[in-house]
């Protein structure tokens, strides 16, 4: 079956730490790769994306993502974390049927000072 | 720049009577989708739109209709809402498979 799995429920990392969110996809071919970022009370927005080509990637607010082929990966990292990314992260995989787009279950992201 | 606009933002629901979810989207996109999002099962597509004219079921359709009443706008229906109906819902559009654009949700509630 196809599945965007993201592993961390849940993590919290101190201000100015660097973070790594982890994403995994089973499909058969390479998908299009999302990230989504959902502050509380919002709807969702889009950090980056992966289609082809360069397999790290760049999005805004300084977040960024490698897409690595043989582990099935879209991993998402930030070198230096600041109060305001505490959020909720969700991984989508796009481009398998149609312009449906299949999304991880959330990780939430809480910053300690 | 209002992207996609979601109507209500609120709404409580007592169980069995009906509601129409609106959303409407201004940037010439031919799909549109509705999801729900319920604590820690991320968001589960409902119905989906892929171009004017059409519909079609997602993950959990059970419980609704859907409209697409033209390419701007898409509608979500709940003839008889349950509790088990509470939730976020989200709806989203896109022009391809280059990523959604999402509005700011509805945030039912079924008493």
């Known amino acids: 079956a196809q599945s965007v799995t993201q592993p961390d429920i849940h993590i919290t990392v101190s201000e100015g730490a660097s973070l790594e969110l982890r994403c995994n996809y089973s499909?058969?071919?390479?998908?299009?790769l999302f990230w989504y970022v959902q502050s509380p009370g919002q709807g969702l927005q889009l950090l980056l994306k992966?289609?082809?080509?360069?397999?790290l990637v760049q999005g805004i607010k300084g977040f960024e993502a490698e897409f690595k082929r043989s582990q099935s990966s879209f991993n998402l990292r930030k070198p230096s974390v600041h109060w305001s990314d505490a959020a909720e992260y969700f991984c989508a995989v796009g481009g398998i049927t149609g312009n449906q787009f299949y999304f991880g279950t959330g990780t939430s992201l809480t910053v300690i000072p | 720049n209002a992207g996609v606009t979601q109507t209500p933002k609120f709404q409580v629901l007592k169980t069995g009577q009906s509601m129409t979810l609106q959303c409407a989207q201004d940037?010439?996109?031919?799909?549109m989708y509705w999801y729900r999002q319920d604590p820690g099962m991320g968001l589960r597509l409902i119905y989906y739109s892929a171009s004017e004219g059409t519909t079609d079921k997602g993950e959990v359709p059970n419980g609704y209709n859907v409209s697409r009443l033209n390419k701007r706008e898409f509608s979500l229906r709940l003839e008889s809402a349950a509790p088990s109906q509470t939730s976020v819902y989200f709806c989203?559009?896109?022009?391809?498979?280059?990523?959604?654009?999402f509005g700011s949700g509805t945030r039912l509630t079924v008493v």
């Open positions: 989203a559009s896109t022009f391809d498979s280059y990523g959604y654009t």
């Open positions: 992966y289609f082809s080509g360069d397999t």
């Open positions: 940037m010439n996109h031919n799909s």
């Open positions: 499909y058969g071919a390479t998908p299009y």
